[in-house]
């Protein structure tokens, strides 16, 4: 279990590549980029929670994960399929997929 919400971390996900014992993960509130690919090997995941990050790219890297059981992958720039949103929707006990919302401009 790996739980570091809120401290500013920066990168991506790609040092998690492999870990496939780690069974929760809870990112949300830092400013990791890239895709959900590092986490394909992560199949033994029940709890992912990735929330109000800059994560881009679809959900399917995560369709292995058939343990997983709540996903929280909002505020992100993800943009999944009807298909990931459909699979997720069905396989977890709870999945949360808000929007991004836009910062309003300063003047």
């Known amino acids: 279990m790996l739980y570091l919400e809120s401290n500013h971390l920066t ?3 790609e ?4 870990c496939v014992a780690l069974q929760c993960l809870a990112l949300s509130q830092n400013q990791i980029t890239g895709s959900l690919e590092p ?3 992560c199949t033994a995941l029940a709890g992912l929670e990735l929330e109000s ?3 881009t790219g ?3 890297p995560l369709r292995g994960c058939a343990a997983l059981q709540w ?3 909002g505020d992100n720039q993800l943009t999944p399929t009807k298909a990931d949103k459909a699979h997720f929707e069905k396989q977890c006990e709870d ?3 808000h929007p991004v919302y836009p910062v309003p401009a300063t003047y």
């Not at 040092?15 to 492999?18: R, S, V």
């Open 11 to 13: 990168g991506s996900l």
């Open 15 to 18: 040092p998690l590549h492999g």
């Open 39 to 41: 986490l394909r090997g």
């Open 53 to 55: 990050n800059k994560l």
């Open 58 to 60: 679809d959900l399917e």
């Open 71 to 73: 996903l929280y992958c």
């Open 95 to 97: 999945f949360f997929m």
